[in-house]
């Protein structure tokens, strides 16, 4: 049977109102993109938080040996470092040995001797944050012989200091060594010319085992 024209009209305008109302209902919320032309705002990424990590501590010595070559007015001193107990017992409760041996040459050799009179090590301890620490005493050995001992390379002076145990919260040394020498002005006078040579050893302190 065919349909009234007025009752098509009817059918028509309720569909009308049908999509207008849906397309009311969708106005009330946020329309996706692809809808509006617009982009979707990007969830916030999670900031991470701030770990502090401490900066690695140098140590001269992780190889287990150094040589440090050190020009002061007409000598050249070459001096080797070394331990006898291993860096990862370099902790603070224990007795740290360091060793070390000294030999010198002139420029020019006019056949003087140069002779050690005293060598100091000054610790400086460090904490993980930098701070300074309490330090043991300078560790100093003073010549038993005047003028003092012959390190003119073949002869050479050799040494071991002994760190004591430092504070607990270490995390690094620096040993500041100082050795002062003793050049004769000829080969056969008792006048001598004194130079300083100075030294850095920085060491980082393992954690207790």
């Not at 902790?91 to 140069?114: E, M, R, W, Y």
């Amino acid at each position: 049977m065919r349909e009234h024209p007025i009752h098509q009209s009817v059918t028509r305008l309720a569909a009308v109102g049908v999509i207008a109302a849906a397309a009311f209902g969708l106005a009330g919320c946020s329309a996706p993109p692809w809808l509006t032309g617009g982009t979707a705002s990007p969830s916030p990424s999670p900031t991470p938080s701030a770990t502090s990590t401490a900066a690695p501590v140098q140590n001269d010595l992780a190889a287990g040996a150094l040589t440090r070559t050190i020009e002061v007015g007409a000598i050249t001193l070459t001096i080797d470092y070394w331990s006898t107990l291993s860096m990862d017992l370099w902790t603070a409760a224990a007795n740290k040995p360091l060793s070390f041996s000294v030999h010198g040459t002139v420029t020019p050799a006019d056949g003087q001797k140069i002779y050690l009179a005293k060598v100091t090590a000054t610790p400086v301890v460090g904490g993980g944050d930098g701070e300074a620490l309490p330090a043991p005493d300078p560790i100093v050995d003073q010549a038993s012989v005047a003028p003092g001992y012959l390190v003119l390379d073949p002869y050479s002076y050799s040494q071991t200091f002994i760190v004591p145990p430092v504070d607990g919260a270490a995390t690094s040394l620096e040993l500041t060594m100082k050795f002062e020498l003793l050049l004769q002005s000829t080969p056969t006078s008792t006048d001598y010319a004194k130079q300083t040579a100075v030294d850095t050893l920085s060491i980082a302190i393992a954690p207790p085992g």
